[in-house]
């Protein structure tokens, strides 16, 4: 059962509540899970860079702090992308389109990737 344009007033953000029709619930719940795994991700992005600026590594202190620096910004960046992600797929859900794909998973392994070869010549 699906409601009708218009319900669903009073939900935050009305962009993207107040359009479309609800989808089947499990599948708004998908989509909850999938903003949870980012935000879970971003945590864990700024809980390494807090570790790596805590602890003292042989090499460049300054590329250290700034791999720490990085990594925070990495995860602050990885929050709002998750709330974004899951706006854009509700929205979708909602208007019966397809779901929009994202470039931010291939742009968040590439900079991990950086990060990761910036910690091995750091330990080195």
């Not at 300054?62 to 992308?81: H, K, N, P, R």
């Not at 797929?89 to 900079?111: D, S």
Request: a positive charge.
């Amino acid at each position: 059962m699906t409601a009708r344009t218009g319900e669903g007033r009073g939900q935050w953000p009305s962009w993207v509540y107040g359009v479309g029709e609800t989808p089947d619930h499990r599948f708004s719940l998908a989509n909850e899970r999938t903003f949870l795994a980012w935000v879970r991700t971003s945590l864990a992005l700024v809980a390494g860079g807090v570790a790596l600026d805590a602890v003292n590594l042989d090499g460049p202190a300054e590329l250290q702090t700034v791999l720490a620096a990085f990594l925070v910004v990495l995860g602050l960046i990885g929050a709002a992308v998750a709330w974004l992600r899951w706006a854009a797929a509700e929205r979708a859900m909602r208007l019966r389109r397809p779901l929009p794909g994202t470039a931010a998973l291939a742009w968040l392994a590439l900079a991990l990737v950086v990060v990761a070869a910036c910690l091995v010549v750091l330990v080195l």
